[in-house]
């Protein structure tokens, strides 16, 4: 597991690298206008998560409870083949919606000053299959995640995020235009998609065969699979609301500006989704044996194991932002702007990995209400705030509105979940974590290091500062990743 740890970071930091070195080709080939288009085709990305319903995390879920109770191969094979037609026929049906019914309505919410109304209905035509074929390869990842093979779901996500990044950030050098970018979008996730099926398909034909004995239905829980699907969605618009406001509240440039700090912090959940994929089907395998002791040290060292990786990442973002912004886009404007909203949307993602160990714990036990009730409270007030914050203080209010929905996210379901499923101390997870030293390199080197005009230099000392805490708490999670899956 800590090998695949490695090849989840490496893959995962790799693809991010390539992401973040993209995105100015991007903007100094297309303009902030067009790239806020990309944004907006993520923010269409992130959005198919409704349509795919939680299924994906549900079937990796059920895949490790059958592997667990040694089912026979032919019922995981048949759980999966099932699914998975329901769910192509899901985004089938999605990709129609975007190309025809949703189209000009899409193409009427976009405030565009320079683009023209053609090239935003082809672009949104090629979202519709760039879309579709994301889906389609997530689902696929989800069923080998559920099969615990990490390197090829590590190999996948690399392509799928950054090696795509690189090929269509080349092209655009070569033949500048926003369409162009999302043709070669399509044509690599398409191939990408037909790849991994052919993956898929050899993995299972060499499952062990299992026992025929053990008597395992192929299907889903209905009751966890519907909370899964209720957490989804609430969970989408719980992370989304702010780009969601965004997008019809204000200009594009401004919503670009607001994509880029966004990209730029969403680049931390490398370190959060691999603990995600790995532990999840080791939370599955004990909540199905009903250990309870096993559980509890497995979800304390995943918050243990979240704080040492996420805690130089975030520093470097909070303390550097603006030296980090210039030496990477080149522009002090474009860092002045974006360098507020970055420091803030870093503090939301902090506590967004801190809670993944609550996250887990509840679904691999399948008890969703708490979390369904939580994020209620959360999708009901963050809009609400976020509007009075937007009117207020612009741009900067709706990231400070989204930091503080994920900070009280986190302080509310780990309250749940120590006092409810293990009667522990309520506090044990916010006591004072010898792992904060480690952002105290980051802090220090901002005030005492003066900037300069070379952006090598000035990216080396940033470099510099972040290796070694980062390589400590990579040492650290490694360690209690170990300790961890050994004890599962």
Known sequence: MARSLIYYLLSGVGGRIITLLAIPVLIKYLGIEAFGLIGFYLLLTSSAQLAEMGIGTSIARRISQLREKNASASVIRKLSLNIGIRYFTVVITLALILFGPAQPWLVAHIEAKELTTATISTAITLMGIAVSSHLIINYLINLLIGLEKHTDVSVIRFVQSGLLQLVSAGIIMLAPGVTNYFIVQVIGLSALAL???????????????????????????????????????????????????????????????????????????????????????????????????????????????????????VSVLVFMGTESLWVWTGDPELSAICTPLMQLLAIGILS?????????????????????????????????????????????????????????????????????????????????????????????????????????????????????????????????????????
Not at 281 to 286: A, G, M, T
């Open 352 to 488: 967004q990995g801190l809670s993944n160990s609550s996250w887990l714990i509840q679904l691999g036990l399948g008890k969703l209400n708490a979390e369904i009730f939580i994020h209620v409270l959360l999708v009901i007030f963050t809009p609400i705030f976020m509007v009075i914050a937007l009117g207020k203080y612009g741009l900067v209010g709706a990231a400070l509105s989204i930091a503080g929905a994920h900070t009280s996210h986190l302080v509310i379901s780990m309250l749940y979940v120590n006092t409810r499923h293990f009667q522990r101390t309520p506090f044990f997870n916010f006591r004072v974590s010898a792992f904060w030293l480690l952002s105290l390199p980051v802090a220090a080197g901002s005030y005492l290091i003066p900037a300069n005009d070379n952006r090598i230099l000035q990216g080396s000392i940033i470099v510099a500062l972040y290796a070694i805490p980062a390589a400590i708490g990579l040492g650290c999670a490694v360690y209690q990743l170990r300790k961890a899956t050994a004890t599962a």
């Open 195 to 313: 790849s991994t099926m052919t993956i898929v398909l050899v993995r299972f034909r060499n499952l062990p065969a299992g026992d025929a004995s053990v008597e395992e239905t192929a299907t889903l829980g209905h009751q966890t699979t519907m909370g899964i699907a209720v957490i989804t969605i609430l969970g989408f618009f719980f992370s989304q609301i702010d780009r969601i406001t965004l997008s019809g509240s204000v200009p594009l440039d401004e919503f670009g500006y607001y994509s880029l700090a966004f990209s730029v912090v969403n680049a931390v959940n490398v370190m959060i989704s691999p603990i995600f994929s790995i532990l999840l089907p080791v939370y599955s395998r004990l909540a199905y044996g009903n250990n309870q002791q096993r559980l509890w040290d497995v979800y304390r060292r995943t918050y243990i194991i979240m704080q040492a990786l996420l805690i130089p990442a």
